[in-house]
């Protein structure tokens, strides 16, 4: 059983980066996808940015050239990097990947981001 293990969150004032990291308990060049998800309250999940392998990673349309995804595979941990943080980037964000052969998503247990001045 795969375990992803978010961390970085926190609070921050409007304009500031935060850089979350999610631990893989296993390799991570077995995920065909990895990715960042937030959500907050009162609002649905919403797909924040995906690396799928062999092709550049997407982002959703908010957070385009302010946030910034990317693997180091000798330390099996994804990293989202955030920039010109604003107060509605405020969410958990959560951590996904997906395994092909199992079929299986996994997911971290999420970690807060507050921007507010």
């Known amino acids: 059983q795969v375990q992803l293990v978010e961390s970085g969150g926190g609070l921050v004032q409007p304009g500031g980066s935060l850089r979350l990291s999610c631990a893989s308990s296993?390799?991570?060049?077995?995920?065909?996808?990895m990715g960042w998800y937030r959500q907050a309250p009162g609002r649905q999940r919403e797909r924040v940015a995906i690396s799928t392998t062999g092709a550049r990673s997407t982002y959703a349309d908010s957070v385009k050239d302010r946030f910034f995804n990317s693997r180091d595979s000798a330390k099996n941990t994804l990293y989202l990097q955030m920039n010109r943080l604003k107060p509605e980037d405020t969410a958990v964000y959560y951590c996904?990947?997906?395994?092909?052969?199992?079929?299986?998503?996994?997911w971290g247990q999420g970690t807060q981001v507050t921007v507010t001045s």
């Open positions: 296993g390799s991570i060049s077995v995920f065909t996808r």
């Open positions: 996904t990947a997906t395994h092909p052969t199992l079929n299986v998503d996994y």
